[in-house]
Every structure is written in structure tokens, then in C-alpha cells.
């Protein structure tokens, strides 16, 4: 349900509704619009009419009912995109963010010659796995938090902001005191107990759809985060999986303005897994940026073909700095920045 606050409700009749909604056995969660305040419960929707006595409390202009399963993540709740800081960085707003650096963190030289090169390029996070999800367990599976280490100085030497995965919940706290945006990777989309954990911690979580999962799906697996309190949530459409063999996944684009009409919550696109071959990149990062995307996640390496992963899709820091050259008009003719 969401109980719809009067324009200039007292913090006193605030938080005598979410005491009320707490004794029901719901949760709260507040949702500060630019008008006025809406209180989202949550629970069990069995029995979710006794809310509805909520309507005569002071204060209280209206409750209606959430009807996507999707609560906190959808439009009905918060009518406006939802914008992410990440310090003084902003995500969702009118700027596209770029996010860019190689698959896996492999040594120190190639973090700082990658940052170096894609903030040159304009992009505003770099990234790079320490903790890799290899579908080989023989394959690289990552430098763990020697990575993380190689990461939070290449902060250090560019100021960029750092995006890195996390694959076990057990490695949350460690990969968060790091990261300035914990990544929750396509094949971990439905591990509730990481969504769980990182809904836990004060980061601000991207969140890649999984290769087979439905936009519905995608949007449940991002309630689990906002459910536990982080609102910061950023989608990411990195390719499903189709009959389709020329590509490594088939981008969805189209979940993009699906995703813009049932979600408030940025979307992200990753042309790099999405199609799994660096000369496909650009042309899809465009046409991401063109249809809306609030932001682009690209794998650049200084040397693609001795890169530990997905070098065959990895773009070389001159390509992604013509790249990002080529996005600047694609924005503005749709109203953005870059
Ligand atoms: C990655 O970003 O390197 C990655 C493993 O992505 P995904 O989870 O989308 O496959
Ligand atoms: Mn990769």
C-alpha cells in the first residue's frame, strides 16, 4: 500500500503512520517527493487491507494500493526517476555516467594506465572484478583483495570512482569498504542471500539482469535490496541469452523503455557482454544512449589480447576514447549530456 502524506504533513503525523503501519506488522519505507511524502508498506499481501485504516489518520491524504509485485521499485510508488549520488557524482540525472575498465583487475600498471586513459575519455567510474564468476573454476578466478587494493589506488591517481563485483555474501563488507558501487553480476541475479546482504550495506548496488530473466523477475531481485533499506539501486541490461549464436548474448534495448515505464530506478546498459565483440560495442553503446539508457558500463584494456578475460570484447583506450567522442551528439540529440 502506499500511504499518500498531505502537502505539509507534520514529522510528528509521519511518524505516527509509520509506527501504525510497524504495529500491522509492515514495513515503512519513506519516499520524499519534491510535494510531499509517501510512506511504501510492505509485507505480506495477505490481509494488506487493514491499511487501509490508515486513510483516517492525521495527516494522511490517501491510501492506494501497489499493484505491481514490484513495490518499492515501481513507478506507482515514486512517479520521478530516482537520482543516485555516489559522492559528488549523480546517476539518473541528465548526464549519461560511463562506467569503464577492463573485465578482471589484474596488476597495478594496468589499473592506473586504464583509469588514466578512460577518465581522459570522460568516463566517471572505472571498473574491474577482483572476484570473478568464471563459468571454468579453472579459469582466472581473480586477484581477491589484492585487486581490491589495485582498484582503490588507481582511485587514488585519477579520482574516479570505483564499480566492482561481489560474488559470495561472505565478501560483501571486505568488497564495500572498498567500492564505491558494489556490481551484483548476471549470474547472481536471483542469489538472495547476496541481494540480501548488500540491501544490508550503504552502498549504492548495480545490478546486472541475468541472462535469463524476465524484466519482472529482473525488478523482483532488485526489491529484495530496496526491501532492506538501500534505495540505491542501478539496473543493468547486459544481454540475454536467444537462439541467437553471432553474438555472445542478444541485447535487449527494449527493456530499456520497458524498464523507464514500470521503474523510477536508473538503467544501465553493458554493450561489451551484451554482444561479446569489441567491433559490436560501439554501435550498441550508441543505440543504448539513443533509446535512454541513464548510463553505459564498457570493458576497456590497454592490451585486449593479453587480458585475462574477454579480451575479444574488450575495447583499447583509443577506441573508447573515439567511442565517447561519437556519444557526445547521440545524448544531445536526445536531451542529454555526457
Ligand atoms: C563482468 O562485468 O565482467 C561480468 C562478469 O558481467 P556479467 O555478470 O554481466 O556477465
Ligand atoms: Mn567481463
Not at 549470474?187 to 546482504?197: D, I, P, S, W, Y
Not at 534505495?231 to 540475454?240: M, S
Request: proline letters at 5%; hydrophobic letters at 45%.
Amino acid at each position: 500500500m502506499i500511504i499518500v502524506m498531505k502537502t505539509g504533513a507534520h514529522e510528528s503525523q509521519i511518524q505516527d503512520v509509520i509506527r501504525r503501519i510497524e504495529a500491522l506488522g509492515y514495513q515503512a519505507h519513506i519516499i520524499q517527493g519534491t510535494q510531499r511524502t509517501v510512506i511504501g508498506a510492505v509485507g505480506d499481501e495477505r490481509g494488506k487491507d487493514r491499511l487501509q485504516s490508515l486513510e483516517v489518520m492525521p495527516g494522511v491524504e490517501t491510501v492506494v494500493p501497489i499493484l505491481q509485485p514490484f513495490k518499492l521499485a515501481s513507478r506507482e510508488v515514486k512517479g520521478g526517476k530516482s537520482i543516485i549520488k555516489v559522492g559528488d557524482l549523480e546517476i539518473g540525472g541528465q548526464a549519461v555516467v560511463v562506467m569503464a575498465g577492463p573485465c578482471s583487475v589484474e596488476s597495478e600498471a594496468q589499473m592506473l594506465l586504464t583509469a588514466q586513459s578512460v577518465k581522459a575519455a570522460g568516463a566517471k567510474v572505472l571498473r574491474g572484478g577482483a572476484f570473478k564468476p568464471r563459468t571454468s573454476p579453472y579459469a582466472f578466478q581473480g586477484l581477491a583483495e589484492e585487486g581490491l587494493k589495485y582498484l582503490d589506488a588507481a582511485r587514488a591517481a585519477t579520482g574516479l570512482k570505483i564499480v566492482t563485483e561481489v560474488v559470495n555474501p561472505v565478501d560483501v563488507e571486505l568488497v564495500a569498504e572498498y567500492a564505491d558501487i558494489l556490481q551484483i553480476g548476471a549470474r547472481n541475479v536471483q542469489n538472495f542471500a547476496l541481494l540480501k546482504k548488500v540491501g544490508e550495506v550503504g552502498k549504492p548496488v548495480l545490478l546486472k539482469r541475468g541472462m535469463a530473466t524476465t524484466i519482472k523477475e529482473f525488478l523482483m531481485a532488485a526489491e529484495y535490496i530496496l526491501s532492506e533499506g538501500n534505495y540505491d539501486v542501478i539496473l543493468c541490461e547486459r544481454g540475454i541469452r536467444t537462439f541467437e549464436t553471432s553474438t555472445r548474448f542478444t541485447l535487449d534495448l527494449s527493456a530499456i523503455p520497458v524498464l523507464s515505464k514500470l521503474t523510477h530506478l536508473p538503467l544501465f546498459v553493458d554493450p561489451s557482454h551484451g554482444t561479446g565483440q569489441w567491433d559490436y560495442v560501439a554501435p550498441m553503446a550508441k543505440a543504448a544512449v539513443a533509446c535512454g539508457a541513464d548510463g553505459l558500463i564498457i570493458e576497456v584494456h590497454p592490451n585486449p589480447a593479453e587480458a585475462q578475460s574477454d579480451g575479444l570484447q574488450s575495447l583499447k583506450p583509443q577506441k573508447f576514447q573515439q567511442l565517447m567522442d561519437e556519444l557526445r551528439p547521440v545524448a544531445e540529440a536526445v536531451g542529454r549530456r555526457l
